[in-house]
């Protein structure tokens, strides 16, 4: 069973403050995705990686880096953090090796709070 | 790049009927649509999908509908219980693009006793 797990449930931060949110699968995926959830807006992609060392930006890259030195842990970096930035997020995994048609697995999400 | 529209983004039924949610989609070359259930205060996680050749698919109480030529897909959920109440997305992709997910906005469904 492939199990994603995030760092934090909850975390408040204050404005201007470098903010990392970890995640870790276990399941040796290649793929690894940073999305944020706000409601009304669904889940949109802020970055993802294919690889170690890979990034691609997705749709809301700005404000946010990335970082993914292992295979297993994919990092989320807020430089700066802002108050729009305040929302739950969650990342996920995939393997290409499953097939074309494969099924994204989502950590329990981080329920970010900037002060 | 693609963008999917989902409808409604809330949806009310009686127990026992039946729920339907909508999406449609903008890019012709994607061909794979898997929904996801949200239930409050947990993950996402994957119900049921649908790939591009094929045109339904059924599991149990739920199913899948995709109209290629219209570009919209539809998650069909029958004899509703309360445990359906949650948020559902829908969302497209295309492998070409490394399994990039484009999400709709959700449905919150909520099923009365």
């Known amino acids: 069973d492939v199990k994603v797990t995030q760092s934090s449930r909850y975390l408040v931060k204050r404005t201007g403050e470098k903010v990392f949110l970890e995640c870790v699968q276990d399941m040796d995926h290649e793929n690894m995705f940073w999305y944020r959830q706000d409601p009304g807006l669904g889940l949109r992609l802020i970055y993802f990686?294919?690889?170690?060392?890979?990034?691609e930006k997705g749709d809301i890259p700005e404000g946010y880096s990335v970082s993914r030195e292992k295979k297993e842990r994919f990092s989320l970096i807020l430089e700066s953090a802002s108050t729009n930035q305040t929302s739950m997020y969650l990342c996920?995994?995939?393997?290409?090796?499953?097939?074309?048609?494969?099924?994204?697995?989502f950590g329990p999400g981080t329920r970010l709070t900037v002060l | 790049g693609e963008n999917v529209e989902q409808h409604p983004s809330t949806l009310s039924v009686q127990e026992g009927d039946s729920a339907v949610i909508k999406c449609t989609y903008s890019d012709s070359a994607s061909n794979y649509f898997p929904w996801y259930k949200q239930e409050l205060g947990k993950r996402p996680q994957l119900i049921i999908d649908?790939?591009?050749?094929?045109g339904e698919k059924k599991d149990q109480r739920i199913a899948v509908t995709l109209n290629k030529t219209a570009k919209h897909f539809s998650l069909h959920i029958t004899e509703t219980q309360p445990e359906d109440s949650a948020v559902y997305f829908c969302?497209?992709?295309?492998?070409?693009?490394?399994?990039?997910?484009?999400f709709g906005t959700g449905t919150s469904l909520t099923v009365i006793p």
């Open positions: 996920a995994s995939s393997s290409p090796l499953a097939g074309a048609y494969n099924e994204q697995f």
């Open positions: 969302a497209a992709s295309r492998w070409e693009t490394g399994n990039q997910f484009y």
């Open positions: 990686s294919y690889d170690v060392k890979m990034k």
């Open positions: 649908i790939r591009s050749n094929v």
